[in-house]
């Protein structure tokens, strides 16, 4: 593949690349650059974790990059997720990863590290002390958009500890990017702003989309990540997400209910599913409604779609039935493993009993 091509790819994953310059030029220099991303294991995983980083995975394994998924338990238990309950969390994590298994990740250049291995490895901590020895408080504060958490938010100090455990798995794996979502960039940037300091290249930042809540309404937050962090979709509240194991009747029960404006195209999550989703995955979108309503028509780009259904054309029932169509077909191979795989089930039926408990 030429280099146009993989950064073309790349483009496709993130919606911030900081910079683009860099990426360049680490595509010249490396063959194989390495990518990461990690994750808080906690609770059942909804598809902006799973289908959404799946495409995003294979996109930069195609571009060429080796990705390395870091299931963060440590993290989420200093983050007090599931109660604080390390051994639940880290049975969270094994049924994170069986669920990418099944969702159509492409797992030959991608391998899982659990921070509960780096954790027993001396130079990991010193990392961490180091970032921490060079960064002052209200620099780590600032972070604490990374973890869920309001910047001013009381936190406990196990929370203070995980931007400088964050910044130093960059480093420890040896990423030249850091791929998380928009909602990651301010530990990102404290990566960069500490790497010359302490002897690493500064890591590539890109930054992917968050996928919307079903029934978010618009915000008027003044910057664009801190609009998509209130409109994101949340597993705390689960009647704005779909998650990879709800049947076909819940996907389309919960996508008719969804907020969907007619011939409004800005933060309109059924629009936002079809951009980056379903074209993403399947390159085009078909529509079948009755010869009565303009009968079966079908989108081969996002523009065309997004044009329609601003000018009238498009009825938001006939998108949200084509939407839910989409949804379900790439959720449907996950579903099907967690009810027949013994393994996958039982950890499916642990993970739900922990949210209920909690």
């Known amino acids: 593949m030429d280099l146009q091509k993989k950064i073309d790819l790349i483009k496709e994953v993130g919606e911030e690349i900081i910079t683009e310059e860099e990426l360049v030029q680490l595509f010249q220099t490396k063959d194989r650059p390495i990518a990461y991303d990690g994750f808080e294991p906690s609770g059942r995983i909804h598809i902006a974790q799973g289908i959404l ?10 571009a060429g990059c080796n990705f390395t998924f870091l299931v963060a338990d440590w993290h989420a238990w200093a983050n007090n997720k599931l109660g604080g309950n390390l051994e639940k969390i880290q049975i969270a994590g094994n049924y994170f990863v069986e669920v990418w298994k099944s969702c159509g990740m492409d797992l030959s250049k991608v391998k899982f590290v659990y921070a509960n291995d780096l954790v027993t490895d001396r130079d990991y901590w010193k990392k961490v002390m180091s970032i921490a020895r060079i960064s002052t408080v209200k620099r780590i504060l600032r972070c604490g958009q990374i973890m869920g958490r309001e910047e001013g938010e009381m ?20 990423a030249d990017i850091a791929q998380l979502g928009m909602d990651q960039r301010k530990v990102n940037m404290l990566a960069r702003e500490v790497a010359p300091k302490l002897g690493f290249s500064k890591p590539l930042s890109i930054s992917h989309h968050m996928l919307m809540g079903l029934t978010t309404q618009p915000t008027t937050s003044e910057s664009a990540v801190e609009r998509a962090i209130h409109l ?9 997400a779909i998650f990879m194991t709800d ?20 933060e309109n999550p059924i629009l936002d599913y079809a951009k980056h989703l379903v074209f993403r995955k399947y ?9 009565k309503f303009g009968g079966t028509c079908e989108f081969d780009t ?13 009825h938001p029932l006939d998108l949200k039935n084509a939407v839910a169509f989409y949804v379900n077909d790439m959720v449907k191979p996950v579903r099907d493993h967690f009810e027949k795989n ?17």
């Open 283 to 291: 390159g085009v979108l078909k529509i079948e409604r009755p010869q």
């Open 247 to 266: 049947s076909e009747q819940s996907i389309k029960e919960k996508i008719t209910k969804a907020h969907c404006p007619p011939q409004e195209v800005e």
């Open 155 to 174: 936190l406990q100090a196990s929370q203070i500890l995980y931007p400088c455990m964050q910044a130093a798995d960059i480093f420890h794996l040896e």
């Open 302 to 314: 996002f523009s065309s779609l997004a044009k329609d259904y601003a000018e009238g054309t498009l």
């Open 232 to 240: 994101k979709m949340s597993k705390s509240k689960p009647e704005t």
């Open 53 to 62: 980083r799946a495409l995003n995975t294979n996109a930069l394994t195609q």
């Open 342 to 358: 013994k393994k996958a089930r039982a950890l499916l039926e642990q993970v739900q009993s922990f949210e209920v408990t909690r």
